[in-house]
Structures are given as C-alpha cells and as structure tokens.
C-alpha cells in the first residue's frame, strides 16, 4: 500500500525556518516524481515544488522561489522541504504527493505550518 | 502561468441529482487536466485525469470531459458521500495550478 506521511510542521516566528519531512513507503521511491502543495486555511490548492525521480530537476512556484528547497533522499526513501524566511502567508497545510506521468495519484494526510509571532 | 476558473463556485444539489462543473484554462492545454475532490480535513483525491480518465476505484457515475480550455466535470446521480469541494488541476506546464474550487452542497 503506497504511504505517504509528512512530519515537521509546527509553530514558527516570521522569518524562521522549518524543514518538512515527506516518508515513503509500499513503493519504489526512486523511481516516482514528487511534489509539494499547500493549503491555506479555508483556501483552495496551491502547488508549491516539483522534484524529479533523480532529484535533477526542480520547479518553485514564484510565492516560494529563493525561499523554500525541495530535495530528496532516495536511499532513505524521503523528501523534504526546507522552508526559510517564513511569512504570515506560508501558514497552510502541506502536502506531499507522488506523480505518475506528471499526474498527482497519491496524498499524504498533510502537515500544518502556522506562522506567527 | 495558467488560469482555470472553475464554475460555479458553489453549488447546492440533492441526492440523486445530475450536476457539471465547469474548469475554463486561460490558454490551451490539451487533456493535461484532472478533477479532485476534497473532503473537510482531508488530502485531496484524484478523480479524473487526462480530462477524461476515470481513477481505478472512483465510481462510473464521475466523468470528465473537454479538451483545449474547456472541461467539464460531471456527477451523474448524486450519493450523499459526494457533497465535498472539487478542485481541477493543469499539469500542461508549470505552474501546476489549481482551480478555486467548487464546494457542492446539500439543497
């Protein structure tokens, strides 16, 4: 069964940092595509980041370029995001989820990041 | 970046009713097109995708259809376990953006 759990959320101050932790299982890790996306509270969907299998290739949405780093560690089946310099509007729940063919098949149940002093 | 508009934002059905929801793209984007819905405090679902290809387990009575910029989402008789909101995504380029949502509620 394909699991996805994200770890790592929390309460933050304005312009701190928080690394998200996205653990996989029931699936070959290596061989799938992964993103980020979020969601504000009582919002809609935003996507976030995209990492490719090999970790070569990576797109930020504008929100979070130079800000947020997408990476994965393939041998320990796990993708992270770290998030610096956090705004009042990063607070969202965040979700990972595994692509196939660019399609988003497969969620983890989300992680709540809350900015605010 | 591509814009999709969902409509209506809102909508109030009954069980065993017919309802569409429409995603206009603000540029062509073939079929890269899926439908999702989401439930109160709950990862979204992937319904449909490539505007038209049912997920293995989602019910026949969701269909997707359209291609270009304008699709359509549609719930053939409503069940209770249906009322949730409904996102579609473009994967023709990044961004992948999302729709804002069409909330279906119980009339």
């Known amino acids: 069964e394909v699991q996805l759990v994200e770890s790592g959320g929390g309460l933050v101050q304005p312009g701190g940092s928080l690394r998200l932790s996205c653990a996989a299982s029931?699936?070959?890790?290596?061989?799938?595509?992964m993103n980020w996306v979020r969601q504000a509270p009582g919002k809609g969907l935003e996507w976030v980041s995209y990492?490719?299998?090999?970790?070569?290739?990576?797109y930020y949405a504008d929100s979070v370029k130079g800000r947020f780093t997408i990476s994965r560690d393939n041998a320990k089946n796990s993708l992270y995001l770290q998030m610096n310099s956090l705004r009042a509007e990063d607070t969202a729940v965040y979700y990972c989820?595994?692509?196939?063919?660019?399609?988003?098949?497969?969620w983890g149940q989300g992680t709540l990041v809350t900015v605010s002093s | 970046d591509i814009q999709l508009t969902q409509s209506p934002s809102f909508l109030s059905a009954s069980v065993g009713d017919r309802v569409t929801i429409t995603c206009r793209a603000s540029?062509?984007?073939?079929?890269?097109l899926a439908w999702y819905q989401q439930k109160p405090g709950k990862a979204p679902k992937l319904l449909i995708y490539?505007?038209?290809t049912l997920q293995s387990g989602v019910p026949s009575r969701f269909s997707g259809s359209g291609s270009g910029t304008e699709f359509t989402l549609t719930i053939s008789s409503l069940q209770p376990e249906d009322f949730a909101t409904y996102y579609c995504?473009?994967?023709?380029?990044?961004?992948?953006?999302f729709g804002q949502g069409t909330k279906l509620e119980i009339k």
């Open positions: 990492i490719s299998s090999s970790g070569s290739t990576i």
């Open positions: 490539a505007a038209s």
């Open positions: 029931g699936f070959t890790f290596s061989s799938y595509e």
């Open positions: 989820a595994r692509g196939i063919g660019g399609w988003y098949f497969s």
């Open positions: 995504q473009q994967l023709n380029s990044y961004p992948n953006t």
């Open positions: 540029q062509g984007i073939s079929s890269y």
